[in-house]
Structure formats: C-alpha cells, structure tokens
C-alpha cells in the first residue's frame, strides 16, 4: 500500500524544503505545490509608531538591519516573535489567539490614541486594520511585499481532479483561492474542488477555514495551533486508519 499524499503550498523557499522533510519524516509522500511567490516592495515601517505590528517571518526577514523603533513590537505568533528575536528585537506583545482578531483584541485595551504601525503583505486582512482603528488607533499600514501565484503552481489541483489527493494543508486564505484559480485555469474547477472534498483538508485556523466554506471546501481539521508543525502532524494523524 503506498503512502498517502499529502499537497503542502508553502512558498517555493527554506519554507517548503523542510515542510516536505516533515512530511516525508511522518511517513506521508509530499506533493509541493508552491502557491505563493513573495515580491518584496522595498517598503519600510514607519519608526515613530508606539506599537508595530509583524503578521509573518517574511515580513522580519525582510527589515532592513537598521530598522528600529523605540516602540513596542507586536508578533502574530510564535513563529514571528522567534524571527523577530533571532534578528535582534525584543517582542513586547505576542496574542493569546495567532490571529488578526487576536492582535486587535490584545491591544484593545492600549490602542486608543496611538499610533500603530501594521507592516505585512498587500493581502492583509482587514480585520486588524478595521479592528485598529475601532479601538482608537492611528493606523498605518506598510505593504513589505506582494504575494503572487507562481505561473508554474497547480500540481496539486491536477491530483485532486485525478482523484489521487489524499490530504492538502492550506497555510492562509490565499493558497485555497490561488489552488481554485490553478483548478479554474486548467478547466477542472469542479473535478478538483470534488477531489479535494474527498480528501482531508486541513488548514492552519479559523480564518482559512472560513474562506475554505465560503468556496464551498469542506474542512476536516483546523490546527490546534496556527503553526505549520502542528498542521502536519495533527493532518498525518488524522490520516492514520
């Protein structure tokens, strides 16, 4: 019996070469299909901001080494506080709850009257800005790079037209819309959005998991923590008979 395949759409960098090791470690066969391609825009954060908010590890690797601030620093989640720190900062806030939501709620109570620098990608949600901006807050934002869908992409939708998908781990909204728009370029939309309801989908946490129902994907897990690590592992579990 051969291992179940398991599609990962993590960007085409160090990101999906130790994604497919982990996987290949679990015992599962790794289908790499990189849905996201980063385009840094040489942008900067602001550094008069009281507070500056980071939403990912690319957007700290792309700092430049004499960027600083004498504000507070704020990380999505673990991963992105751990790249902050291993650059040199300090992190002063990282939420309960490694969500949009989850920044606006752990600044609430500190956000009015301040100034909030939000620095990411052009498909932010606009949850932490609105939410920002409901709380007191004067909101900047800064686009650090531009998140495209590699011409190549699409291996995955192919499998899962052909029925031969098992699992696919969704990291963020963008890779179920990108993976949709691969299916719909090669004309088997619908074959693979029905491949992909046979399989498990997985998906990183409760925002993913939205736009997945909105397209009309079911989900069969949501991390229990918005880290790849626990996707993968938590999936592979799942796919243990």
Known sequence: MSDPTVA?????????DSAVELLSELGVDPLPDPMLAVEPTGAQPR??????????????ELLAEDWRTDGQLCAIGESTADALREAGYSVDIVPEEYTSSGLVTALADVAEGRRVEVARSDHGSAVLLDGLEAAG????ETVLYELRRPPDSGEAAAAAAE?????????SSLTIENFL??????????????????ALVAVIGPPTAETAAD????VDLVASEADFETLAREAVDRLQP
């Open 8 to 16: 990962v759409f993590r960007p085409d960098d160090e990101r999906l």
């Open 181 to 198: 728009a691969a299916a719909s370029e090669s004309g088997h939309e619908t074959a693979a959005r029905d491949g992909l309801n046979d």
């Open 137 to 140: 807050a004067y909101v900047h």
């Open 215 to 218: 397209a009309g994907i079911d």
């Open 163 to 171: 029925g031969t998908l098992d699992a696919a781990l969704f990291t």
């Open 47 to 60: 550094t008069d901001a009281e507070y500056t908010v980071l939403t990912s590890k690319t957007g700290v």
